[in-house]
């Protein structure tokens, strides 16, 4: 299945350069609402790590990089930190916020399948904003970016999606709301058969995490 860039149109991309200038390096700045609605998402992603030193590790949608400073803070010690976005802002603002460290490679791409083979691969929020694709278009491009999460994971992957379980008064027609079964199924039937559904850290999304035996 093809990595079609969807997700890279002039709404998207306005989006997060607009948070990006409005709010900086922040979680505002890409897209979060807080420090901690961030960093509840990812502590679930980090659960797919079985040891906290000698892992690589891809960061697909990086953003300003705090996941690293997240991972840091909570005692992980990576080998290699590699952290993918698709906006050259983005990078650059990484750059600005990470030390130069030769166990810390920033690069922009327009899809998934440009990263690196390592350990472990987790993307947070970037199937979140979709504005005008149709529904059926973005799940592709959900389930190409998942499948190669997969190849360029050697030890397992994780990513999170907005519920379609959101209370329906609060959803909006510019986000993507996923059906946390079905992805679930998916990855069951197509990856790993050690598959976890988080849906339980009372946020309006959920993570999966996809291991893989050695």
Not at 28 to 35: E, F, I, P, R, T
Not at 93 to 100: D, F, G, I, T
Not at 193 to 204: C, E, G, P
Request: charge should be negative; hydrophobic fraction near 35%.
């Amino acid at each position: 299945m093809p990595n079609k860039p969807v997700h890279i149109s002039a709404d998207i991309s306005s989006f997060y350069t607009g948070n990006l200038q409005a709010h900086g390096d922040s979680p505002k700045g890409v897209g979060w609402k807080n420090d901690e609605a961030q960093e509840i998402r990812f502590a679930q992603l980090l659960r797919v790590i079985d040891k906290k030193s000698g892992f690589s590790i891809n960061d697909l949608g990086c953003g300003t990089g705090r996941l690293y400073t997240y991972l840091v803070s909570e005692g992980y010690t990576p080998k290699l930190y590699h952290g993918y976005d698709i906006l050259e802002e983005m990078i650059a603002a990484s750059k600005e916020r990470l030390p130069n460290d030769g166990g810390i490679q920033l690069t922009r791409v327009d899809s998934a399948k440009e990263m690196h083979i390592l350990d472990y691969s987790v993307a947070s929020g970037i199937f979140n904003v979709k504005y005008d694709a149709p529904e059926y278009e973005w799940l592709n491009y959900v389930l190409s970016t998942i499948e190669h999460m997969n190849i360029n994971s050697n030890r397992g992957f994780a990513f999170n999606l907005l519920t379609k379980y959101s209370d329906s008064e609060y959803m909006q027609s510019y986000l993507y709301y996923a059906d946390p079964l079905f992805l679930f199924d998916y990855c069951k039937r197509n990856f790993s058969r050690n598959v976890a559904l988080l849906h339980d850290y009372d946020q309006y999304d959920f993570t999966i995490i996809v291991r893989k035996k050695i």
